[in-house]
């Protein structure tokens, strides 16, 4: 059973408009959440990440909201940029006795058109 | 759904062994990829593979080989493991369209 969802593998948006990413989880003790953006043919590279004690953190045209009672998150990129098209992957992690454990989510792929 | 199965979840090995991590897929995909996981450096690719018996390097191939003798297994050799290699270490699969990566659960190795 998966415990991070992004029930959307594949997204359209316009240029300039707002893209909409979401993500679900199941595991109430995940205590922490990350958003990696991945070009084809290149890793994955760290893009913003939230804490569950905050409810939302931005950074420039990037912002990731965190509802913790709907185990539910979501990155908002706005204005889209025809650069921003990638695969956008959903983290969550939380720590064990070795250490800080990440369970990933399967990826949206956003596509932003001219 | 796929499932990407990691041998190991949590494994110790001394300096300078040669250590083996495993990956099998129970679908038909053809892309296999090996990440380590750093705090503060997140994801880096290290080899991906595109079909059987075919290997390309990641960002960070150094110290490290891969095999891929059948499609469904991806296996990751640490050739003389060292301690900068402890780490969290990720197998993902995806079909030749790319979509709909999945991610094993993880191997975390420490070296002593």
């Known amino acids: 059973d998966q415990q991070v969802k992004q029930n959307s593998p594949s997204l359209s948006v316009q240029e300039g408009r707002i893209s909409i990413l979401n993500c679900d989880y199941t595991n109430s003790m995940f205590d922490y959440f990350l958003w990696y953006k991945k070009y084809p043919a290149e890793g994955p590279t760290f893009l913003i990440s939230i804490s569950s004690i905050k409810d939302k953190n931005e950074d420039g045209r990037f912002t990731v909201f965190l509802n913790k009672s709907a185990k539910h998150l979501s990155l908002h990129i706005v204005p889209s940029q025809p650069g921003d098209s990638a695969v956008y992957f959903c983290a969550a992690s939380v720590m064990d006795n070795y250490g800080q454990n990440f369970v990933f989510g399967p990826g949206t792929r956003l596509s932003v058109l001219p | 759904d796929v499932k990407v199965t990691q041998s190991s979840r949590y494994l110790v090995k001394r300096t300078g062994e040669k250590v083996f991590l495993e990956c099998v897929q129970d679908?038909?995909?053809?892309?296999m990829f090996w990440y380590r996981q750093d705090p503060g450096l997140g994801l880096r690719l290290i080899y991906f593979s595109y079909d059987v018996k075919m290997k390309e390097k990641g960002d960070i191939p150094e110290g490290y080989s891969v095999s891929r003798e059948k499609k469904e297994r991806f296996s990751l050799i640490l050739e003389s493991a060292s301690t900068n290699q402890t780490s969290m270490y990720l197998c993902a699969t995806t079909d030749i369209s790319n979509y709909g990566y999945t991610f094993g659960s993880g191997t975390r190795l420490t070296v002593v």
């Open positions: 679908m038909d995909h053809e892309n």
